[in-house]
């Protein structure tokens, strides 16, 4: 029987191979097309991007819906969606809110909402029958979200807490606030069929139901610019209540009561004090509903346990002055003030912007090593988080944890220097009780931790918990054969990733700073978008963007404008149309560049008034910053023959962002704003060239200066040869083939190259280990990327060791143009696959990539294998992959696996 059937499939096999080989070209010798799963239904179920998020204020959500099936060349033909009010009218196929019957559409992704209002606080349950042209259409399993209360006319909670300072409280330029720990009891008075608590802390809060914890998620609400937004999240506390309950909340300042004051006129001094709103809604079965809600009716005291909390400088916990049982009921809450009513923050309470912080991995130390009366703990890795401990101190014992990315030469002490003003230290003062504790309203960067102040300290004592948003990373990943120094540095730019996302992308998790710079993502999001599923994230950001935009129409550098950078700088504010591209092309989501488009314009019309003259934009803020300096100690170059125009780098990044305004123009209708944006493009284009394209290279020829006007497509068809030719000559002979660039460069090197045909220099270039490089800085023991190219020697007062800046284009050109997955300009959200390996790079032994589009994982393993290269590829179902073959040859293919050989010549 075994021999039979193989039999048949060996002349399956031969039959179809005349087909393939017709359909795909002669280019590769086709072994298969293999089934793509083990079963047929629904993948990942999602509204806005999330799995059953709790708490939209959106209006008009959009869902969408993963196809999973082990045929070949599947495509939805139709579907329908329902919407109902319970999983019971669902699952009897009744969608009492909307019903879609059927629809003729390939369309699984992004599915507008189109039916009646929703209702704030409100619970919906979804599910689709997808059919496709294999196989029987069923339906998926039931899905829900829920709103908030959409809108600040749905709240009955008042904010609570002080507009001024307390007894412990300092604004001095290391600011200090007490905690303020809220409660209230009260009783329920009937069957309750469903509560839910809305909540916003500020600046962080912690949320405790008759003594259970609601919130497990870490530093929330995410930050926002509080005078526009305000954060708040919601829970399901059905589960939770009794018949006597008692809710209480403790608040820490957070980025709302600033870290840092009195210390620099670019600084927002403040918002205000730690305050809290909640609006607990309990329902019952009869159909009544109730409302706790915030009030003169709580109770609040700043004198507990956590003595002051600050992002930079740490914490102070006291455990003797725990309020034992002041969560639950029946604690004696006497003595309490009553809680005041303070001013609003002013910002439009949002709810459920993105996915929550959250612990994503708990890490044990590598190495404990006692040092007298210290102990100094080494994770082995850097990252962003904080130091978890089982405490063993007599009562009255200070416990000291104190931490940083680096040891001084000796190894055995923290170098510190580098945190600058930042103490990133936590304090515990124990009440001679064993307990385990961490500090719970700020984090630290950190690879190593010293701890003093405890009777001892064991291995199992310790844990470091990573902090960051609860984003999946599922289906991303990328590994090179045989390249151990670049595997090294795609974990390094995946653990800075993680360390810089706290609720909005930012820097430097270990100094006095933390800030959510832009000009560190502008291409850098098309990185990071490979690594993790940051859509929630961007989408959150990019309306902090807006918040943050004058009414002139100017942007800072920094977003939310803690620090108040309006610089009418060019490179730095383009993340808000980058990554509006970003969210298009891999999450096709149109609604991010309709949304925001008023935003851009705004924005190049200010810069235009501002700082345009003859055609060039005549200002630029911060260089290309950080290239390579000419002295080890150095930051910054002093060396002119380094140093690029900002004048010409400002000038090509508006004619760039002119043509893509153009382009979003045509797709919107807007004719007059696309005839505009073509003529200030064309007109800087021309400019530009008149002003610095002389002898075949421009201005003083830096790598940047020429890299620029090529990649963005600005030069002179009949110049553009020479033009690369100097980039080349730039690249190999005076800087002999390593990196030579900064933030603004490198975000657009290496796909260029790989884009002229010059995979191997940019392989080069990734791959060494000399300075300056990427592989240079984890030769030297980094598991993270630095700030500086020269990391490990410049001066300490800009030196993160945990940084994404510099990576630059170096995640898109390692997906897209070694592992082959690049989304269709086209067709984008990987709805088509471009699949477009680099095989000429012939030190590259084989790439094996995945990435987890909207759609399902893609994927893209090829390696050498004697003379010939081995390529497999998945394509999800209802998409396409235009497959680039040898040759110059393409074709298209439906989902499915396939596996090929192609010998190579000689």
């Known amino acids: 029987m075994k021999a039979k059937r193989m039999k048949l499939d060996d002349m399956k096999r031969k039959k179809m191979q005349p087909y393939v080989a017709n359909l795909l070209g002669a280019a590769f010798l086709w072994w298969a097309a293999l089934p793509l799963t083990a079963q047929n239904g629904y993948g990942r179920l999602t509204v806005e991007g999330r799995q059953s998020p709790m708490g939209l204020d959106e209006l008009q959500p959009r869902m969408g819906w993963q196809i999973v099936s082990d045929k070949k060349n599947v495509v ?19 969608g009492d809110v909307w019903d879609t019957h059927t629809v003729h559409s390939d369309r699984s992704q992004n599915v507008v909402y189109a039916g009646p209002a929703l209702h704030p606080n409100t619970t919906y349950y979804w599910k689709v029958k997808a059919k496709t042209n294999k196989g029987r259409a069923r339906w998926s399993p039931v899905a829900q979200w829920s709103t908030g209360l959409m809108g600040d006319a749905n709240w009955t909670g008042r904010w609570i807490g002080t507009d001024s300072l307390l007894a412990h409280d300092s604004c001095q330029k290391h600011s200090r606030a007490t905690g303020r720990y809220f409660r209230r009891e009260f009783e329920t008075c009937g069957d309750v069929r469903r509560a839910t608590v809305h909540v916003s802390g500020l600046g962080y809060y912690a949320l405790w139901l008759n003594g259970r914890r609601v919130n497990r998620n870490r530093l929330s609400p995410v930050p926002t610019d509080y005078a526009k937004s305000v954060a708040y999240d919601s829970y399901d ?239 991303n990943s990328i590994r090179f054969v045989g390249a151990d120094t670049l595997n090294l540095v795609m974990e390094a730019a995946y653990r800075g990733i993680r360390s810089n996302y706290k609720g909005m992308p930012m820097d430097c998790p270990q100094r006095d700073e933390r800030m959510p710079w832009t000009g560190d993502r502008t291409m850098g999001c098309q990185g990071e978008s490979y690594v993790l599923d940051v859509r929630p994230l961007y989408a959150k950001w990019l309306d902090d963007m807006a918040d943050s935009q004058l009414p002139n129409g100017a942007l800072s550098d920094v977003m939310p404008a803690y620090w108040r950078l309006y610089n009418t700088n060019m490179t730095w504010p383009a993340v808000l149309p980058f990554a509006c591209e970003m969210m298009r092309r891999q999450y096709g989501d149109d609604r991010m560049v309709a949304r925001h488009y008023g935003h851009v314009d705004r924005w190049l019309r200010h810069v235009r008034s501002y700082r345009w003259k003859d055609g060039l934009i005549t200002y630029d803020r911060y260089g290309d910053w950080c290239v390579p300096p000419e002295s080890a100690e150095l930051i910054h170059s002093k060396d002119p023959a380094r140093q690029t125009d900002g004048k010409l780098i400002s000038s090509c990044y508006y004619a760039y962002l002119c043509r893509l305004m153009a382009g979003y123009a045509a797709t919107q209708g807007k004719e007059s704003d696309h005839n505009y944006y073509m003529q200030e493009a064309d007109t800087t284009c021309r400019a530009l060239n008149a002003a610095y394209l002389h002898n075949g290279t421009y201005a003083n020829g830096t790598v940047t200066a020429n890299l620029l006007p090529l990649a963005m497509r600005l030069v002179p068809a009949d110049q553009e040869a020479t033009v690369r030719d100097a980039l080349l000559r730039t ?108 095989f000429s790079v012939e030190a590259c032994a084989g790439v094996e990539a995945s990435h987890e589009s909207p759609y399902g994982t893609v994927r893209s393993n090829w390696h050498r294998e004697g003379n010939g290269i081995v390529w497999t590829v998945t394509v999800p179902p209802n998409t396409t992959a235009e497959l680039h073959l040898p040759g110059r040859k393409t074709r298209i293919v439906g989902s499915g696996v396939y596996r090929m050989r192609k010998e190579m010549e000689k």
């Open 76 to 94: 939805q033909k139709a579907y329908r969606l329902l919407v109902a009010t319970s999983r019971e009218k669902l699952e009897a196929d009744e």
């Open 237 to 475: 506390v059905t589960s939770l209540l009794g018949r006597s309950n008692a809710i209480g909340a403790v608040v820490a300042p957070g980025y709302y009561f600033a870290p840092r004051q009195s210390s620099g006129t670019d600084m927002r001094p403040t918002y205000g004090l730690p305050r809290l709103r909640l609006d607990l809604i309990i329902e019952y079965a009869d159909g009544r509903a109730d409302t706790v809600a915030t009030g003169p009716s709580w109770r609040m005291n700043a004198d507990g346990p956590l003595r002051w909390s600050n992002l930079y400088d740490g914490e102070m916990y006291d455990s003797r002055l725990d309020f034992a049982g002041w969560t639950q009921p029946g604690f004696d809450d006497s003595r309490w003030a009553v809680a005041p009513c303070c001013q609003a923050p002013g910002g439009t309470m949002r709810g459920s912007l993105t996915e929550p912080v959250t612990v994503y991995e708990t890490d044990s130390p590598v190495s404990l090593r006692k040092m007298g009366r210290r102990y100094l703990i080494d994770f082995g890795t850097n990252g962003a988080g904080v130091v978890s401990l089982r405490v063993h101190a007599a009562k009255g014992d200070t416990v000291r944890v104190r931490h940083a990315e680096l040891l001084e030469p000796g190894d055995s002490t923290l170098y510190t220097d580098n945190l600058r003003s930042a103490q990133a230290t936590a304090w515990y003062v124990a009440d001679g009780k064993a307990r385990r504790w961490q500090p719970e309203f700020t984090w630290f960067g950190f690879r190593y931790a010293e701890v003093t102040g405890v009777e001892r300290l064991e291995p199992e004592d310790v844990e470091r918990l990573l902090i960051s948003d609860n984003l999946s990373r599922m289906g």
């Open 731 to 838: 690249i190999e002979e005076r800087n002999h083939g390593m990196q030579s660039c900064g933030v603004v460069g490198v975000q657009w090197l290496m796909r260029y190259l790989a884009g002229i045909g010059r995979g191997d220099l940019a392989w080069r270039m990734a791959t060494s280990t000399a300075y300056p490089g990427w592989g240079y800085m984890v030769s030297r023991g980094a598991t993270t990327i630095w700030e500086l190219w020269n990391g490990d020697t410049a001066n300490p007062s800009m030196n993160s060791g945990n940084h994404v800046m510099l990576l630059g284009d170096l995640l898109p050109w390692a997906y897209e143009q070694m592992g082959g997955l690049r989304s269709s300009d086209t067709d984008p959200g990987f709805h088509r696959t471009v699949m477009a390996p680099d």
